[in-house]
């Protein structure tokens, strides 16, 4: 039975794999199917009893709207280097066409069991008082109220267009759900085509007046529309109809020369809702001919098409996870205010004076992030604030927060990032908004992403000048704050205050940093530090020391750093991954991995945070062990076409937080943990009769970050337990 307690289990025997070539690409696991495996893990938990009904609900909308963003970018370039002819193989030794080859038939069954999981979920759902009607299932009552609904809320955004020789077929745009309609003239059988876009602004699902029988009853948007045909299309009957969606190629192309990036970038996103059919999904039972008139129009093939027997845009279920039914979702959790910042009667600035602080978000409220830069927006002896912005909210405080520091006179530099994929027209709104309250808006470099976070704060003090500096795992961004699970130091450490400024001034005038005193950053730097560290571990073992890693991440598929890690294992280095989504790592494989294992966390909250700890020649967990957070993934993007960080703890709190307290409950979860085999399965810790499985959410919930705390130091890591359902 597999066991995910990583931080107390022994490493399981390794597994001998037959025909298996440790030198070749086999060594890999391919990156797209390593992408799909982790979002079968995300649909498990919409099957799995021990989640609250309707966050099941949210974790099936979630893997549809993943798979979504899958095909629109991933499949899209794939699809793309075979049109061009290129066969060039991927690191795991599959070229382009035979990645498509095993996607296509993975995403298929995927599919197939979202539609099945859906299926119980309803019926599920219906127990509990929510039901999603048909129109068949519609009382005369019922419909005397939609067709009311229908004429005041639906009917003035619709646009019903014919198809035929003088209205070609129209453009159906990115996600856009559309019925195809065949209808017959009633005075002398003409037949007609007819399109009928389904409008996105407008919820999907309608809402019923409740009976006694029900909490709540809801119509899907075409089955309305379907019903009200008539209304639609006087003097016509419906002879047939069917429903598709469109998914169209999101990836954007930017001219490398362009002069004005922002207006290349206002001009590519108009570009990417027109970008080439990805994916067709159509209705199971569609008429031949308005199936043949759909594809033939689109001009795609077989390949790119799916039939559903079920429901079409199962991403739009997202619209039944609302607060009215509480008792089915997640108990309510409350964000903590450290208690040191409580101390300190709301000073962050005195609270970070006393020691370094990291919280880990959401446990920890991200407020703070927000109010270090409101307090320094209205300190009068704040002179200058500098912030990244990869991704952030559409009214965004922390903008807010500089635009105010900006408009009362202080010097503010907001390094927005234009490439943050499908953020990229809100960075550009909030860039237009800084500039306009007087902050000075640069974007960085045109190949790189910047995707480090990092916010500094300089301030006056007895004469001198002190920069307070905020680096983050996760993007500023209030509302993803609540769920992804990152870490925020806060420090006044002159050293990292001076390395932060250096990152500011290599992003925005290109002075590369000669010397960085504790930061490391990508494209320069980053990974030979991560390098150097696995090397150290293995100059240890033959050193006759223990050599031990523990590392977490969102993806690890670097070849270099992968190949690093197996070195490390056969020189008998101990290596306990934690990789929540792609990991192109075989572990467990006698003679290439043995020291290696890995798995994945899948829960609550969207597991974010990069971080890496180096026992440095005692072990782990030790209190000489080298301890780093990161904003990067282990991939190639991230060390050589994106600005990272990599920041070392020496807090002497901090560091016991990151490593026996954040680490640690990781590496001992069980509850939602699914270890990763040899063969690429991904197998679930199962609990045996009785047995109370670890939950480290729930730790993370009932149990303070450390350097937060008033008074409590290093000594008083808490124990790993929690209460019990």
């Known amino acids: 039975m597999t066991n995910a307690d990583f931080l107390h289990a022994p490493f399981e025997a390794p597994e001998t794999l037959s025909d298996f070539d440790a030198a070749g690409p086999a060594r890999f696991f391919n990156r797209e199917m390593s992408w799909l495996a982790f979002n079968w893990r995300v649909l498990d938990e919409a099957q799995n009893p021990d989640v609250p009904l309707l966050e099941r609900v949210r974790f099936l909308s979630i893997s549809a709207t993943n798979l979504d963003e899958f095909f629109t970018v991933r499949v899209a370039g794939l699809r793309e280097l075979q049109r061009k002819g290129v066969t060039r193989a991927a690191m795991d030794g599959l070229n382009p066409a035979e990645q ?63 198809v035929d020789p003088a209205h070609p ?41 409740q009976t006694e029988s029900t909490t709540a009853r809801f119509l899907p948007l075409e089955e309305l529309l379907l019903d009200n045909i008539g209304a639609l299309f006087p003097g016509y009957s419906l002879k047939g109809s069917c429903s ?86 997640w108990p309510q959790f409350s964000p903590r205010v450290p208690e040191r910042v409580q101390d300190h009667d709301g000073d962050i600035f005195a609270a970070i004076r006393q020691k370094d602080m990291l919280l880990h978000h959401p446990y920890e409220t991200f407020d703070m992030v927000i109010r270090f830069l409101k307090q320094a927006a209205h300190d009068p002896d704040v002179l200058a604030i500098k912030q990244t912005l990869y991704r952030t909210s559409n009214e965004s405080p922390i903008v807010s927060a500089l635009c105010d520091a900006a408009e009362e006179g202080k010097s503010v530099t907001a390094l927005v990032e234009l490439k943050a994929r499908f953020d990229e027209a809100a960075n550009i709104r909030q860039s237009r908004r800084l500039e306009r309250a007087g902050a000075h808006v640069v974007y960085g470099f045109l190949d790189w992403k910047t995707h480090a976070k990092i916010s500094t704060v300089v301030r006056r003090e007895g004469g001198k000048l ?52 504790k930061l490391a950053i990508s494209p320069d730097g980053l990974k030979r530090a991560l390098l150097d560290g696995i090397d150290g571990e293995i100059a240890h073992v033959k050193a006759g020391e223990p050599g031990e890693i523990w590392a977490k991440m969102n993806s690890v598929i670097e070849a270099d750093i992968i190949d690093a890690m197996y070195r490390a294992s056969q020189a008998g280095v101990k290596i306990s991954l934690i990789v929540r989504g792609i990991c192109g790592l075989r572990p467990g494989i006698k003679g290439l991995s043995e020291n290696i294992r890995v798995k994945s966390i899948v829960g609550r909250f969207l597991e974010h945070s990069r971080i890496v700890c180096f026992g440095n020649g005692h072990g782990l967990p030790s209190k000489k062990a080298q301890v780093y957070m990161s904003s990067a993934d282990w991939m190639g993007r991230n060390f050589n076409r994106r600005v990272e960080t990599l ?42 009769d009785g047995q109370s499985l670890f939950n480290c959410h729930r730790f993370f919930m009932e149990n303070p970050s450390l350097s937060g705390r008033g008074s409590v130091g290093a000594k008083d890591v808490p124990e790993l337990t929690h209460t019990d359902d």
């Open 100 to 162: 498509l080859n095993l996607i296509d038939a993975d995403a298929r069954a995927l599919m197939l069991r979202q539609q099945e999981c859906w299926a119980d979920l309803k019926l599920t759902m219906e127990q509990a008082g929510i039901s999603l009607l048909s129109r068949q299932q519609l009382t005369k009552e019922d419909q005397k109220i939609l067709s009311r609904i229908f004429l005041e809320e639906v009917f003035p955004v619709l646009s019903p267009l014919a």
């Open 169 to 209: 077929f129209p453009f159906i745009s990115n996600e856009g759900l559309s019925l195809a309609l065949e209808l017959s003239r009633k005075s002398d059988g003409r037949k007609l085509i007819s399109l009928l876009p389904i409008p996105h602004q407008i919820d999907r699902f309608v809402k019923l007046p």
């Open 244 to 329: 598709f969606r469109v998914l169209r190629d999101s990836d954007l192309e930017v001219e490398e020369e362009a002069e004005d990036l922002v207006r290349e970038f206002e001009t590519a996103l108009k570009r990417r809702r027109r970008g080439e059919v990805i994916r067709l999904s159509l209705s199971g039972d569609a008429p031949a001919n308005l199936k043949s008139l759909v594809t033939g129009a689109l001009n795609i093939g077989d390949q790119e098409v799916i039939e559903m027997g079920g429901l079409i845009g199962i991403s739009d279920l997202s619209e039944f996870v609302t607060g009215e039914r509480a008792e089915l979702l």
């Open 466 to 517: 002190v920069t307070y500096t905020h680096f983050g795992t996760g993007n500023y961004h209030p509302i993803t704050a609540r769920i992804y699970t990152d870490l925020s130091l806060f420090t006044c450490d002159a050293a990292l205050g001076r390395d932060a400024t250096k990152v500011f001034n290599y992003v925005s005038g290109y002075a590369k940093p000669d010397k960085l005193e």
């Open 647 to 688: 920041v070392e703890i020496t807090n002497k709190t901090v560091h016991a937080q990151v490593m026996s307290q954040i680490m640690a409950a990781n590496l001992a979860d069980q509850a939602q943990s699914w270890v990763l085999c040899a063969d690429g399965r991904y197998e679930r810790h199962v609990a045996r």
